[in-house]
């Protein structure tokens, strides 16, 4: 009988993004139509909406898939995901114009400009929470789902 | 049913032979063991992580708009 490992990795990893997206949802909202910020968020939103809790899933497909062959912890195979999401985050926020570079930061939105030394900053506490989420919630879904 | 079929049905009883429908041994100790069973503490070294992190969230709150679009 085929048990469906992969459909069950990928089920087993799209679940704590997709819970944690109500919350980035609420800000998206709350930010543009409660606290009317003139900025075009919606343009951005796919982005954590569509991209990133389907790359968990085929990221923890993968995960199942290495396994056998070398055995990395899932927190640190978590860990990694931050590298391939802020450069693309970075491409798609070019490609529709809500990021932009500039000599002393990044510009969000033509309003917001966060200094390099500071998304240097956010970028270690993305390690740090992604390494985190995958050690206890993706890893507490695996097992749920007969994978871990 | 026809004879044919009792007759089938007797073939097949003898060639598979009774089901075991009684358990081999006991399996309650084993659950209980599983009940006793403590749950993963969470290492000294992953709370330092999260106290890290949320210190940087509380002196840097202004990267929080750049981590709800990248995470």
Known sequence: ??????????????????????????????????????????????????????????WNMLYLWLRPHQHLP??????????????????????LNVLNLQSNGLVYFQTLTVAYSHMAIAFIFGLIVYYLVWKYFVAFFNRVLGIG | ??????????MLKHAIGPAGTELQRDLWPNMLARLQEKSTAVPWFDW????????????????????????
């Open chain 1, 1 to 58: 009988m085929n048990t469906h490992p992969y459909v069950r990795a990928y089920m087993g990893g799209i679940a704590t993004p997709t819970m944690v997206l109500l919350i980035v949802l609420t800000a998206f909202v709350l930010a543009r139509f409660v606290f009317a910020i003139p900025v075009p968020i919606e343009r951005a939103i796919i982005f954590p909406m569509a991209i990133v809790p389907n790359l968990f899933g085929v």
């Open chain 1, 74 to 95: 899932i927190g640190l195979h978590g860990a990694i995901l931050p590298f391939i999401l802020a450069p693309s985050g970075y491409a798609l926020g070019r490609a």
């Open chain 2, 1 to 10: 049913m026809t004879s044919g079929d009792e007759k089938l049905q007797e």
């Open chain 2, 48 to 71: 330092v992580l999260a106290a890290v992190a949320l210190l940087a969230l509380l002196i840097y709150p202004h990267t929080i708009p750049v981590l709800l679009y990248h995470l």
